[in-house]
């Protein structure tokens, strides 16, 4: 497929499979043998189930704030299954899918949402540490993506940022830096429908996000973001035109957020249950499982067996990190600076102290 081919002003999803699994497009099938068909269930599978079992931890108060994917499993995964091992994956903060096809052990993953910075210290893999500070991680996929262009490497730059993401200055900022300088990046809007409680109708008057690319001069297309398909072929056909020096994409994956926003949110209180009944019915779990049964590639003995080795690695997993930190206090000091500051090395020696146990101070 070319991006160029779609106008994100239609305002028309591009989709391959329906919501019952049923191929749309026969053509746009990506070319996957039965092992990879697989292994890319079994991620989604591996994605939810993490999610179930950090938020049954947090509740029991063995795990910090947690920030729930269910529901974006296949905006994730499809996309991230594009890259090639040299891209480099930039994400926000709710792309455990992409994490984990790009490599990221499940441990880095829990420690780092059980408190522990080191669970970002990643060896071997092409990703920036989890941003927190909406869209900032934005300009630095094209300060990535500008390095690449002078170094003259073909890697590409495949970004993360939610629908809330576009209404900062950075967004825009590195729209327009990628566009000038043709960098290589792969801008991914995950829309699932809220910034916390703020629905997107009521963030920006755009009818899609996807047409914030016409300002830009660059690509944009809207796609379903529930069909692993439909996202591995979008985000393929911008990473080949990035590699090929064409320059940025922006991809809007239009999904939902069918948990809480964070373990300390309560969506109740801002949207209605028929809503999220409504888009259960579009789970992509379930769309991809249609079509790998109507494919005679799953059965449901072979997904219960896989369920259930999943689970316990998930749950082995957690228990080697729980209660094991071998972090030390100076580790929270000594990062920011090259050589730490006066009232940086005060704070740690109060720090020290209050700790130790022996001393009392203001
Ligand atoms: C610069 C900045 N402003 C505000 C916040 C508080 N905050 C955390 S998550 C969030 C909503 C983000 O929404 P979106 O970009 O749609 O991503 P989602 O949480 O839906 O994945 C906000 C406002 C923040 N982390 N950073």
Do not use: C
């Amino acid at each position: 497929m070319r991006l160029e081919d779609y106008n994100p002003l239609d305002n028309i999803q591009y989709s391959v499979l329906d919501l019952n699994g049923n191929v749309l497009k026969e053509e746009d099938i990506p070319d996957f043998t039965d092992e990879e068909l697989f292994y890319l269930y079994k991620t989604m599978l591996y994605t939810r189930i993490i999610d179930d079992k950090a938020l049954s931890y947090q509740r029991q108060g063995r795990m910090l704030t947690y920030t729930p994917n269910t529901g974006q499993e296949a905006a994730q995964i499809g996309s991230s299954y594009a890259l090639e091992k040299g891209d480099f994956l930039v994400p926000a903060f709710r792309e455990l899918g992409a994490w984990l096809i790009k490599g990221v052990p499940l441990k880095n993953i829990y420690l780092y949402w059980y408190g522990n910075e080191w669970g970002s210290h990643i060896d071997d893999v092409k990703i920036l540490p989890i941003s927190v500070p909406i869209a900032s991680q934005m300009q630095h996929a094209v300060g990535i993506g500008m390095a690449n262009n002078i170094k003259g490497e073909k890697d590409v730059v495949l970004a993360f940022v939610g629908d809330g993401g576009t209404s900062e200055g950075d967004f825009h900022e590195a729209l327009n830096f990628a566009a000038v300088f043709k960098t290589p990046v792969v801008f991914l809007i995950q829309n699932n429908q809220y910034a916390i409680s703020t629905r997107r109708e009521i963030q920006t008057m755009s009818k899609n996000l996807a047409q914030k690319a016409i300002a830009y001069e660059i690509p944009g297309i809207l796609v379903d973001g529930n069909d692993i398909f439909a996202m591995y072929n979008a985000t393929k056909a911008a990473v080949n035109r990035a590699r090929n020096g064409q320059g940025p994409a922006l991809i809007e994956a239009y999904t939902y957020r069918l948990g809480a926003h964070t373990t300390s949110d309560d969506p109740s209180k801002y949207r209605a249950k028929e809503e999220v009944e409504e888009w259960k019915k579009k789970d992509p779990l379930l769309r991809f499982r249609l079509y790998l049964q109507q494919k005679g590639l799953l059965t449901d003995e072979l997904e219960e067996r896989t369920k259930k080795d999943l689970e316990e690695e998930v749950m082995a997993t957690f228990e080697s990190i729980e209660n094991k930190s071998d972090t030390e206090i100076e580790d929270i000091f000594k990062y920011h600076y090259a050589t730490m500051p006066p009232q940086l090395e005060e704070q740690l020696n109060e720090y020290k102290a209050f700790w130790e146990g022996g001393k009392d101070y203001d």
